[in-house]
């Protein structure tokens, strides 16, 4: 019985000592849990608009560094551009919202709103996300300020205006004898509200400067007035989302037009647009707008009022220019403010070469010293004579090697600036050619064609629905789709043929030497490539179409005006079916 109560308790002993073994090496792993959040993000206008992309990398990349919390992230994008002030699709915007906040199974914790969001937040925000908190960025509205704080107690307003103020003074300060500022803006009534902040900005200087505004303009008109500017003229590009007649249109693709078309200085307001061309000025930057908006987000998550949080002015703008456009321009750096930033310099001569630039001194030093050492020595000249020569040798050698080197290392550094340029033109998502190498080879082919005239054909491919699979599968797996796709087209043409990813899903592909009689063959082997390998989703098949537009350079014809074709082209496939080809 002693034995059997001792075997008991010894069993006891060692299965509770097992237990707590269990208990503490799963202790690291329940401490590394994170709670997760989940964040809706609302942009005001199409995923393709460039600020929207910059605003969602900041967001992410703050947020991602909080280690207490997993951050799950849904996009949704309003496209107000295109149904402005449309009361219907306002509403069947607010009634879809609602009904996917009561049956997702995934409702947002915390909503983020870009800009121009404050007037539909305040009609529908608490019918559709009830006691949510929101961070919404002000735009500069009195109205919707007011409307929102008194419809939403739990919202944080981010007020985040543009410093048109500072852009004016920047262009005065930079320009000798400057008398028109040109206002790039458009139409839209969220671009309306800020042509208001613009001419309030611009009242103190009505004295020095006449300002022309191209907001009553149809697109067509407002590059013609560009193109024909008054004498001591610059441009202040603001955005341009939709036009007088009501065309809407992608602002970077604008600023791309007016740069290539006008011979006038310009300045811009965001930073995403510096780059392309213009000089600079008091940049707008999305990214810093979002990083803050994280940090807000993640003080509300941890339980601070809306009332106790603030962002302070100007963090997100900074004097930034371009060098490469301030040298096109003369503009020298005197002019330019304090703490300003230049992007796009030249190498500095110095940085680069300082250690041969010090050896070189030495060595003159040296050879200077020897050879007072020789006058003061007269007694020991044919000695000093003999020393002279052996350092000489010892120089000469110490130079040649030195030069020897200075060619290895340009050699590197001319290698190294060819790895560099190559990684500047591949898209990193779809390891496709960017929109710049697919530009600069279209005017490549261009000249030949002007030259010899051997013709060359482009197609415009876009992914039929592509919203629906980031919706349905989320946007990892749109990249994956991209990718794919981006390999089957690749199989699908010729070696020499340039695949280049023109944006978003949008595909642009080259076909040097082709003719119109052979450009259809080429469409719809690569539409029924798309066709034939569809992709999987954890062994769920995920069908991908494309809509192709096709157009062959025509006489008289510019590059604008053949990729034009090929868009309308594209769009009518999509507009007429989809899953199609359209010559034209």
Request: with cysteine.
């Amino acid at each position: 019985m002693v034995n059997n109560w001792k075997h008991k308790c010894i069993t006891f002993l060692f299965a509770h000592i097992i237990a707590l073994l269990i208990i503490l090496s799963d202790l690291p792993c329940a401490l590394a849990m994170q709670d997760e959040i989940n964040i809706l993000v609302l942009h005001q206008y199409d995923v393709d608009y460039t600020a929207h992309q910059v605003f969602n990398n900041g967001l992410i990349e703050q947020l991602q560094k909080d280690e207490y919390y997993k951050f799950n992230f849904t996009y949704e994008y309003l496209k107000m551009d295109q149904f402005p002030n449309n009361e219907v699709y306002l509403a069947a915007t607010a009634n879809y919202f609602k009904l996917k906040q009561e049956y997702s199974n995934r409702s947002p914790d915390v909503i983020i709103s870009s800009h121009g969001m404050a007037n539909f937040l305040a009609r529908y925000g608490n019918t559709i996300f009830g006691d949510v908190p929101i961070i919404s960025i002000w735009d500069g509205n009195d109205k919707d300020l007011i409307n929102l704080k008194e419809s939403y107690s739990q919202c944080v307003t981010v007020s985040a205006l543009v410093n048109f103020d500072k852009n004016i003074e920047l262009i005065l300060n930079t320009q000798q004898n400057i008398e028109n500022i040109y206002v790039v803006i458009g139409n839209s009534p969220y671009e309306i509200n800020m042509l208001e902040q613009i001419k309030k900005a611009a009242e103190p200087y009505k004295e020095e400067v006449n300002f022309i505004y191209l907001n009553n303009l149809s697109y067509d008109n407002m590059l013609a007035s560009l193109r024909s500017p008054k004498a001591n003229s610059a441009v202040l590009f603001v955005r341009y989302m939709v036009d007088a007649e009501g065309n809407a249109f992608v602002p970077v693709r604008v600023l791309d037009s007016i740069i290539k078309d006008v011979n006038t200085p310009v300045y811009g307001t965001y930073s995403q647009y510096l780059g392309s061309g213009i000089v600079g000025g008091y940049l707008y930057d999305f990214y810093r707008i979002a990083q803050l908006s994280a940090e807000l987000a993640i003080d509300v998550i941890e339980g601070s009022s809306p009332e106790e949080l603030t962002l302070a002015d100007e963090k997100y703008q900074d004097y930034v220019f371009d060098w490469q456009a301030m040298k096109r321009w003369g503009i020298d750096t005197s002019v330019l403010p304090d703490n300003s930033r230049i992007e796009y310099s030249d190498e500095n001569p110095w940085e680069q070469y300082a250690g041969y630039i010090v050896a070189g001194c030495i060595v003159i030093g040296i050879e200077t010293l020897l050879i007072l050492d020789l006058i003061k020595n007269r007694k020991k000249r044919l000695q000093a004579e003999a020393d002279l020569l052996v350092i000489n040798n010892l120089l000469e050698k110490l130079v040649d090697e030195r030069t020897v080197e200075l060619r290895e290392t340009q050699a590197r550094l001319m290698a190294l600036n060819k790895q560099l340029d190559l990684a500047s033109r591949i898209d990193p998502l779809t390891q496709l050619y960017n929109r710049r190498h697919i530009e600069e080879r279209l005017k490549e082919e261009y000249e030949v064609f002007l030259r010899t005239g051997q013709v060359f054909s482009i197609m415009l491919m876009d992914v039929d629905d592509f919203k629906k699979v980031n919706d349905q599968y989320g946007h990892d797996v749109g990249d994956m789709v991209l990718k794919k796709l981006s390999e089957t087209i690749l199989k699908s043409v010729r070696n020499y043929d340039v695949v280049a990813r023109w944006g978003g899903e949008e595909f642009l592909v080259l076909f040097p030497r082709l003719t119109s009689d052979h450009t259809e063959d080429r469409a719809y082997a690569i539409l029924k490539a798309a066709e034939e390998n569809p992709f999987y989703y954890k062994e769920t098949p995920i069908p991908v179409t494309l809509s192709i537009g096709v157009a062959t350079i025509k006489s008289n014809e510019t590059i604008r005006q053949v990729i034009k074709r090929a868009d309308d082209a594209l769009y009518k496939g999509k507009s007429t079916g989809k899953n199609r080809v359209i010559m034209t």
